[in-house]
T-cell receptor, first 114, second 115 residues
Framework: KQEVTQIPAALSVPEGENLVLNCSFT??????LQWFRQDPGKGLTSLLL?????REQTSGRLNASLDKSSGRSTLYIAASQPGDSATYLC?????????????FGGGTRVLVKP | DAGVTQSPTHLIKTRGQQVTLRCSPK?????VSWYQQALGQGPQFIFQ???????QRGNFPDRFSGHQFPNYSSELNVNALLLGDSALYLC??????????????FGEGSRLTVL
């Protein structure tokens, strides 16, 4: 059974500092890994999708890497801003044949202080 | 291009009642999945619908049922509500095709409170 873990559960940084968010999964047969942002009481906004054949994806200040051999993915947010305060969730799809079913981590709640 | 839309946004029910939540997928998407997110936790997969059939199901009791319509929209029904069913219910859409990236797009959710 695939399990996804995010540590730490909460993180507080001063504005301008780079953020490093960690995600680990138990099954290296993971197909895709997707990072999401969630604001309080809101839905999930897709940030980055790393497909099976890829090792990283970049969008603006965001960069996500995927290392299947070690069972880890990392989301980097450069030069953090107060507007980056949110909960960040990673989710993996184990195998494509199972359809697009995501297994989520518990999330990391980020606070960027001005 | 409208994204994933869900209704209602908030609702309050009492124990034992039944609730129906609705979802319209993103344009061009044919697959709808439902997730339950309890406060402070990551979403848990309930089930997924494709071609009007339940494709796969998570570890949820039969009180949770769904339906997909020919226009790809979907409903989630929960019978005999329990206090523990209070959560944010999220709908996600995706496309199953020869170029399936597996990327899911989520709606804003329906916040259900059971009293």
């Amino acid at each position: 059974k695939q399990e996804v873990t995010q540590i730490p559960a909460a993180l507080s940084v001063p504005e301008g500092e780079n953020l490093v968010l960690n995600c680990s999964f138990t099954d290296s047969a993971i197909y895709n890994l997707q990072w999401f942002r969630q604001d309080p009481g809101k839905g999930l906004t897709s940030l980055l999708l790393i497909q099976s054949s890829q090792r990283e994806q970049t969008s603006g200040r965001l960069n996500a890497s995927l290392d299947k051999s070690s069972g880890r993915s990392t989301l980097y947010i450069a030069a953090s801003q107060p507007g980056d305060s949110a909960t960040y969730l990673c989710a993996g799809i184990l195998i494509k044949a199972a359809g697009n079913k995501l297994t989520f981590g518990g999330g990391t709640r980020v606070l960027v202080k001005p | 291009d409208a994204g994933v839309t869900q209704s209602p946004t908030h609702l309050i029910k009492t124990r034992g009642q039944q609730v129906t939540l609705r979802c319209s997928p993103k344009s061009g998407h044919d697959t709808v999945s439902w997730y339950q997110q309890a406060l402070g936790q990551g979403p848990q997969f309930i089930f997924q619908y494709y071609e009007e059939e339940e494709r796969q199901r998570g570890n949820f009791p039969d009180r949770f049922s769904g339906h997909q319509f020919p226009n790809y929209s979907s409903e989630l029904n929960v019978n005999a509500l329990l206090l523990g069913d209070s959560a944010l219910y999220l709908c996600a859409s995706s496309v199953i095709s020869g170029v399936d990236t597996g990327e899911l797009f989520f709606g804003e959710g329906s916040r259900l409170t059971v009293l």
